[in-house]
């Protein structure tokens, strides 16, 4: 690999369609700061390089673009110029399950939110998180006493993010809404 412009590009030039022992290194480090198995690695013969291993990741884990461009040291908008294609096809319900982990929300609470995120067709343009973030908030607001701002701090994303996806929902006048 060279380095150009503090961005990792690895020569995916090798014989038998493998990845090369340094690469497999490289890649398993960054899986263990993201605390994955190294097993997305000898799965998937399409990784040649870093961005490619985050579409491989995001569909097989709950790992946000933040928290891989934080492990591997890449701009975020490198990654999503390299992930057009495949930045939709993040697995929402093992990230509902990692933030429902960190926020303490029982199963039963988890099932009704996974329930209505799937019903929820995303052709908003708004992030997952933010309507993960926003039906986490909506569901759990009293059970829990949970303020938008800790679900915002343990999801990562901005309170206002979560209000403009409330106020999108209360002009669409969509079913969902849990007032």
Same mark, same amino acid.
């Given at each position: ?10 020569? !995916? ?7 090369p022992? $340094? ?13 994955? !198995?190294?097993?997305?690695?000898q799965?998937?013969? /399409?990784? /040649? ?9 995001n ?12 492990? !591997?040291?890449? /701009? ?20 509902? /399950?990692? +933030? ?7 199963? *039963?609470? +988890? !099932? ?7 019903s929820? &067709?995303?052709? $908003?343009?708004? &992030?997952?998180? $933010?309507?993960?973030?926003? +039906?986490i ?6 059970k +829990? ?21 409330? *106020? ?6 969509? &079913?969902? &809404?849990?007032?």
């Open positions: 690999g060279f380095v150009v412009d503090s961005q990792l590009y690895v020569n !995916t030039f090798s014989y038998n369609n493998e990845v022992e $340094t690469e497999k290194q490289e890649f398993n480090e960054i899986l263990s700061r993201l605390n994955l !198995t190294s097993d997305i690695v799965q998937e013969k /399409d990784i /040649d390089n870093l961005s490619s291993l985050y579409s491989v990741i569909k097989t884990s709950a790992v946000t673009m933040n928290e891989f461009c934080l492990a !591997t040291g890449l /701009d975020k908008k490198k990654v999503v110029k390299s992930n057009r294609n495949s930045i939709c096809a993040t697995n929402e319900s093992k990230l509902l /399950d990692k +933030y429902c982990k960190l926020l303490n929300i029982c199963f *039963k609470d +988890y !099932t009704v939110i996974k329930e209505k995120i799937s929820f &067709s995303n052709k $908003t343009g708004h &992030s997952p998180l $933010t309507i993960i973030g926003y +039906y908030y909506v569901c759990c607001k009293k +829990y006493k949970l303020s938008i701002q800790k679900v915002c701090n343990v999801i990562g994303i901005s309170p206002i993010s979560i209000q403009r996806f409330k *106020k999108y929902e209360f002009s669409c006048g969509s &079913s969902l &809404s849990t007032r």
